[in-house]
Each structure stands twice: as structure tokens, then as C-alpha cells.
């Protein structure tokens, strides 16, 4: 392929969906945008410390820089900064560093605020007239948010903050910098004269901010979730966070569902809300329901004084028939280009009653199993907000009709009981209550048993390679018979993290990962995290993008496209065929630790922004990994949690995006959870894997487990060594081990097979999964010796400057020699070598070197192994002379790793370098 790849150009991207993510909440007297050159004064030390993302693995980017939003505003060079007060936090900033925890997963949600007093805050009150309050929240995988002052509640420093600046400035603006909603409560209380939430941003995200406080660009963002008075107004939390089941008993009246259904009131801002510097005339111009289509035009008029964008959203009412429903469902969106004061832009809809229809678990309807549309009128409502759409005209179903017959699947393993509209579903307040939904009546295992895949008989090398498949010439069956089972089991299974195999530091290999495998032509690709940006460990530098809560608000699919086609691109320049994003779970409630690397409460928006991705990552071969698959509501114990959720809440809202991604954006690549779903551990869930996304959806892509998941087996037993199960399943790829061709220890594949817990042919189907993708990726194309050619264009500089690939080493008991010879020592070149070892242990490493240089100069050297920093020492000029230095890794080198060596100054030659084991006493 050929393609430029221009770092400003992203950048640009990046920042503008940082922009048209934000969404302003309130902005009273006009405090936004800022007036020209006025000096204003920055509260909070996120002011100074960005938050780019969250934490875990969605969170690792090593991004080259993060543009802090007082950086933005002096670059805008449209107004000046309080500079006082900056030295003041950044002096205070210095003496209380940013506080990462003890390590993963172990980020405090919020940082200490520098205390400030009644007569600090006056002093910066005198000199201007707008102080911004930036208040910065943290939560990532593995930790979610929690309801407690410095999560999701203010801590008392922030409260003394907003208590002060708002008492003593005549404009306030707070600027939320977090994944997920929180607490809002305190805008009643302090009254700031303007609040917007920027969400994590990206490393761009500060000149973002600058661009929609200075004016540059009119808030465009709408809130992709529901913002309630309190934590307890939604339903799920009464349910979220228990270690052991997490019953979806609101079933689909999650979010705005529920709450425009049964609780309007309850409401400080409703779902798609979001305000603007101008204002919009919005009006539907055309209506019309032309046979099973509904065709809609509205027109948006910019009404105000400066140039914007504005959101349209369209919903429909259902009727209320067998099956209660909610009064509101979003089913398109649209933004309309930059209208100039005066300019008018008609935007057109079209969509299919069918996609109206409801999901019948019991058979209420009398239609068990089925997508039904059931009689009634079907209103449509357009609008700004779920709460402002207006009705537009209706569509009238005369009977019921089935529109899609399925099966049971995945349905609850015992009886709950979930919510349903009780007593007159039309009256103003309709009352809440339940039903009981039944458990499951369908067996997977007797549908496995019944569905086993038949293959052919193993033929033994016929020479058939799997570029013979990709050309057309042999088919993929002819292609697979030749591989015997023991050559063949490998392919199912994935290795990292770090594998040496692919890119230095991404998180998995897969495909052809033994040697009998790429003996048939398979190529290896490479997985990297994701979602906002690619994450390697070797320190790379790779772009860090907003995140998805952030791409969600913009309700801009376009520009989501225009985003991620350059992420495509990053991807494919490193050599990367799949990102492990976007993820798209639910936002089922606030405190979700993950939610900021998903997009929203609502399945059409979270669906059709993941398509967009998609389509847009496709147009330079690579792809990304839709996670996880499904219902990853939770991470407080989401290995264990077991979510109790009606078949009906999963085809209507949980499985939904997945639905989407995969029809209407071709997704290709799956990742399952750690968890059960209705007690069937996904990653051997036969139901949600084949019954489901093959049989209702057609896909034909792979399924790959979450890293080091856990499979349970007919019996109620739990392991990460059933790997029977899980091809069984038709999740094709165990992610991840050290070492395909043994596999994690006790792995029962082999056994499976031979003892019957799968077959053969299951076997071949996932292979067939797993070529055929492999087949159409970068990989392919690199093994078959195409080459890219790529411009690279205004490279950022970063501190760990370029990087150097050097030879694989593989170290005997005792240890090895690395290659030095073609090592760059240019002061600022990190070189990456990838070494294996036979054994853990304590390792030295020693270094013969010399310098040309003088007795007083100076030359450091780094080392760091899987992107930790292990030691650095600095040598003076030896005029020619040679010296050793030595490095001593206790036990942190792991049977694969990367060892990066960072020369910080120019200056030193390196003759050798070894790596010795330690005697052990
Ligand atoms: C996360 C995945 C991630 C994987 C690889 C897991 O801990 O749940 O989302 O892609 O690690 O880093």
C-alpha cells in the first residue's frame, strides 16, 4: 500500500474530535467563549496534569506528548493566563508529584489538590475576571469508579475550590476531565457560570479545550448518556458491583429507556443533551412512511450569532402492546456541517420499520423467539435531545408481524425478575413493575452435539500453501485437510504478551506461530490494545486518541471515520493488523471503571460509531478487535460476576452494538470477556459465540478470548487450560500463552480431541476462522513480500526518540551474546532487542564500551526490560579506552521480553553485550 502518514495531520483530526466531543452543560451570562485577551486564571491541577485517558490496558499509549489546556490557551494567543498562579500550582505540583499507585490498577481516582485560600483566590480574582476549575477523574479496567468523595462524588479540597473561586470571581467555568459522568449535584450548589465536560481527550485534548474556550470552535458535543439528580436514580445500582451476580433486573430500560419512561424527573440532563455558542431552528420538512420505509428530512437553520454544528436525533415510541416498552429509542443521528449565522442544511433519514421491532423471550406475543413488530402506531420524535424531539409523524403496523424467527439462546440459567411498565402504560407516570422471566429451556450442549461440523480426512501435505487459498486456486477445506491435528491445535492459540514473534511490545501473536504452521504458508499477525491509541510496550511512541465516551458525544460519525482511518494507518505502519478496540459495551451505570473506552448507554449510537471505525480502520487492511463480547458491565470481579440478564435486554441492548459492528461495519474480530454470561463462561459460550453471532448474524470472523481468560466446562468446573471447550465453542483463539506449540500448561486440547469433547471438525471450522482473516491482513500481504511504501510526515520528537529494531537473541542456560554491531548509539536512539531465555532469573548484563571523548564528558545509557526501567549508568570519555559496566536484573526477565537501550547523549561505541545468568547461592 501507499499512503502518507502526517502526524499533523492526525493531530488535526484528533483535536477536532476532541473538540466536538465536549459537551457544555450550562453557560450563564455568557461567560463562554472567553472574551479576547482577557487574563484568566486556572484552578485544579488537572489544569496542569491532563488526564489523555484512563488507566489500564486502554490507557498505555506512549504518546510523544499531552497538551495541557493552559498550553492550548497560550498557544490560541487569544487570551493571557494568570501566570502567578501557574507558578504557584507547578512549584506545588513539584512537591507533591502526580501519585500513580503502586501499580496496575492501583491509580488513586483522583489526585491531591494543591489547598487554597480565601486570600489566594482574591488575589487571582483581581487581576481577572474568569477563573477555570479543571477537575480530573481517573478509573480504568480492573477498578472501577466508586460512589465516595474523589470518584464519582467531589472530594472536600474540590468543594473548598468550587466554594472559593465561585464565591469570589465574577465568571467560573468548570471543565470536567473524565472518562464517564459523575456527580453533578454541585452545579445547583456553587452555580459556576459555565460547566462542560471534555472528557479524557488525548494527547490533543488541551488544545481542544483551547479551541472551544477562545470561541474557535462552538460546542458541538451531546451527552451520550443520561445524567440523574443521584447515583441510586439508576436502576442497575442497585445491582452493580456485586462480587458475585449482577442481575440486569431494569432489563431494557437502561438509560434514557428508563428514565423517559418512568422517571423524567429524575433527570439534570438529559440523554444527546448539549448546548451551543449559537442557537438552531430545527424543523422536519419532509415525512413519510413509503412502504416498509420511514423517509424523514429535517432541516437546521443556524438561528445565532457565530458559525456551529447541531446534532439531530431521531427516535421512536412504540406502541404498548403483549410487550411494554420504552417511550424513547434513538434509531438515527446525524450532524449537520458548520452552519455559518443564517445558514440552513436539510439532513435526510431512512430506516426500516423492522428496525423498530421488540424482542419476544416468553412468548407474550405468541411469538416465542422472534423479533416482532407489534400492532400499533409508531411515533417518530426529532429533536436535539430525547427530551426536546418533537413528533414528527407515525408509522401504523396493522398486525403483528415477525419480522426475524430465531432461537432461544443464551437465556438465564434461573428465574429473575426484571421490569416491565405495570397499570396503564400511557398515563403520565407510568408505574414500575416485574415480571418473572423463566429459566432456560434450550441445552447448548445438545445443540453442539447436533451441530458438529463435519471435516474431511486428513490428507498429509498436498503442498497447498495459504496463499493458494487467498489466489483462489485451492479452497480453505483443501487447504486445512493437509495439517494434521497436532500441527494444527496451535493455531488456536495466541502468544504474548510481547511476543517476540511480531511488533516489540504489542500484546499477542496468532496465526502461524510454530514453525509446522508457517510451514504451510500461514502468516503471523499482530495484536496491539486499544482502544484510544496503540499501545506497545517497547516504549514506542504511538498517538493517543480521545476516548470513547469522548467520539460518542460528537455524534459524528464522519469525522469518527476520518479519525480512525489515520489509526489504520498507524496500525499498519507498525505492523499491526488488529487493535484490540474499540470496546463497546454498555454504559450500564456510571461507575463502570471501563466506560471511558466505551461509548454509551444507547446500542445505536455505542453500534453505529464502532461501524465507523471499523469501515474507516478496513480502508488500509486492518481491523479492530469489537470488545468484549458481552456484557462486561462491571470490573469489580469480572472474572467471576456473573451478569443474570433476560435474552431480551441482550438482543435489544447488549448484544446490539455487537450486532451492528458486525453487519453494517464488517467487523471480523472478537474478543470475549473474562466472565460468565448467565453462567457460561464466554470465552466456551457455544450460544453467544456460534448460535448467535454465526447463526443470527453470519459472521465469519474469528472470536479470540480475553488475555489469560477462564473457560468453564459442562460440569461447573472453571480453567484456563479448557481449550476444548473453547474451540468446541467456536471461540477460535486462546489469547495468550508463552509458547504456542505447548500451550499453557495442562491445556487439554489434545486430550479434548481424542477423548471427544471436540472434534475435528470443530477444530477446522475455527482454523478456517482464523486463516481466513489472516488471509486479508497486513500480515499476509508482508509474508507474500509486498511492501508499503509510506511517507511519514512531521514526525513528533519524543524523549525516547527513534527506534532501532535489533537481531532476536535466544539465550542458552547460561545466557548470550546480542548482536551490538548494527546498535545506533546517536544520543537519543533507543534500540529494542528481543530476547528469550530458557529459564527465569537474575541476569547481568555487561556492556564493553568506549568513547572518544574527554575525562569530564558525559554519556548515559538506559536500559529498560518489557518497558520497565531496570537500570542506567553514564560513562565518561575514555579517549579511546575501554570500560564495562554492568546491570544486575533481579528476576525480571520473563521467558520473552524486550530490552530496550536508550543511548541519551552521542558520544559512546559499544563493542559487546553480554547477558550472563546468576550463579544462584
Ligand atoms: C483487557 C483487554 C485487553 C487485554 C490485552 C485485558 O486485560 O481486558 O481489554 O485488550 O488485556 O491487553
Known sequence: MRFVFDWQEYAARARQMAAEGAVLLRNEDGALPLRENECVSFFGRCSFEYYKSGTGSGGMVNAPYVVSIPEGLCRSGKVRINEALRERYLSWIAEHPFDKGPGWAQEPFSQQEMPL???????????????????????GEDRDAVYAEGSYLLSPAERNMLRLVCGAFRRTVVLLNVGSIMDMSWVAEYRPQAVMYIWQGGQEGGNAAADLLTGTVSPSGRLSDTIAEDIKDYPSTAHFGDPAENVYAEDIYVGYRYFETFAKDRVLYPFGFGLSYTSFAMRTTAFAAVGEEIRLGVSVKNTGSCPGKEVVQVYYQPPQGALTRPRRNLIRLGKTQCLEPGEEQELRFVFSVEEMSAYDDTGATGRRSAWVLEAGSYKIYVGSDVRRAAYAGKYTAHALRVTEQLEEAC?????????????????DRPEIGYERVAARMSSAAKRIAERRPEAEACTGDRGIR????RGGRYSMEEFLAQIPDEELIPITRGEGMCSPKVTPGVAAAFG?????????GIPVAACADGPSGIRMDSGTMAFSSPSGTAIACSFNTALTAQLYEYVGRELRMNHIDTLLGPGINIHRNPLNGRNFEYFSEDPYVTGTMAAAELLAMHRSGT????????CNNQETKRSRANPVVSERALREIYLKPFEIAVKQGGAYSIMTTYGPLNGIWTAGNYDLNTAVLRGEWGYAGIVMTDWWAEISDDAGGLSRTFTAQMIRAQNDLYMVVNDAETGMPGDNAAAGLSSGVFTRGELVRSAANICRVLMNMPAMDFLLGETDEIEER????????????????????????LDASGLVTQGGSANIYSVRIPESGSYRMIFTLRSELGELAQSSVAVYVNNTIKGSFTVNGTEGGSVTRELVFDSSLQL???????????GLSVAGIRLVKEETA
Do not use: W
Open 117 to 139: 485560600t480565601e486570600e489566594l483566590v482574591a488575589e487571582a480574582a483581581a487581576v481577572s475576571g474568569t477563573a477555570i476549575v479543571v477537575i480530573g477523574r481517573s478509573a
Open 411 to 427: 437465556a438465564p440459567a434461573r428465574p429473575f425478575d426484571r421490569m416491565i411498565i405495570a397499570g396503564d402504560p400511557d398515563a
Open 466 to 469: 495459504l496463499a493458494d487459498v
Open 512 to 520: 502461524g506461530v510454530t514453525e509446522a504452521l508457517k510451514g504451510y
Open 623 to 630: 481491523t479492530g478487535t469489537i470488545k468484549h463480547f458481552a
Open 794 to 817: 512531521n514526525r513528533p520528537e519524543t524523549e525516547m526518540g527513534a527506534v532501532y529494531p535489533q537481531p532476536e537473541a535466544v539465550c542458552e542456560a547460561g545466557g548470550c551474546e
Open 896 to 906: 520473552s521480553n524486550y530490552i530496550r537501550i536508550y543511548f541519551a547523549q552521542s
